[in-house]
């Protein structure tokens, strides 16, 4: 998987919650050595058996929808954490949008993990992709790059790619 082979041995990895960031978890190798921040309770659970990945689990108002925290306090909490590399899920990806969701709180959250990592980037299936949700999480040209299942070549693809997205295809 293209986003697991993203994160490094020894590195501190902020992954959010969702069914790509689940996948992304489920796909690191078992004996990797590094740090993973999470606010989903469902990915540390699943990273219980990688006995050499030191989790923290930030703390917050449970959302339900999304099994992840948010709130006042897990923005604080996500201001006092720093990382390598930040793996955030959105429900729309959009030339002109931007990058969205379908909450508030949650896209105040997914900025406070972004801001606290050097490199972020999105994990957007394919029927993520040409849609906007409600609130603007962030502006592309704020992210490293995407990690998407959509073909290169479509016609959403090539207006990010011009826009200076860089793209990577997953698998």
Do not use: W
């Amino acid at each position: 998987m293209v986003a697991a082979g993203l994160v490094r041995p020894g590195g501190a990895l902020i992954l959010d919650g969702g069914t790509t960031a689940l996948a992304v978890a489920r796909a690191l190798p078992a004996d990797i050595a590094c740090t993973v921040i999470t606010h989903s309770p469902t990915i540390a659970t699943a990273l219980l058996d990688h006995p050499q990945a030191e989790l923290f689990l930030l703390g917050g108002r449970v959302f339900k929808h999304s099994a992840v925290t948010c709130g006042a306090a897990a923005v604080e909490a996500a201001q006092n954490i720093s990382a390598d590399l930040c793996l955030l899920g959105v429900t729309g990806v959009h030339p002109e949008a931007g990058l969205t969701t379908g909450d508030a709180e949650e896209a105040a959250m997914k900025r406070a993990l972004s801001a606290r990592a050097a490199d972020t980037y999105i994990l957007a299936s394919s029927e993520k992709t040409d849609t906007a949700s409600r609130f603007r999480v962030l502006p592309l040209q704020d992210v490293s790059g995407l990690i998407t299942d959509a073909d290169p070549h479509d016609t959403v693809i090539e207006q990010l790619m011009a826009l200076g997205v860089d793209v990577l295809v997953a698998d």
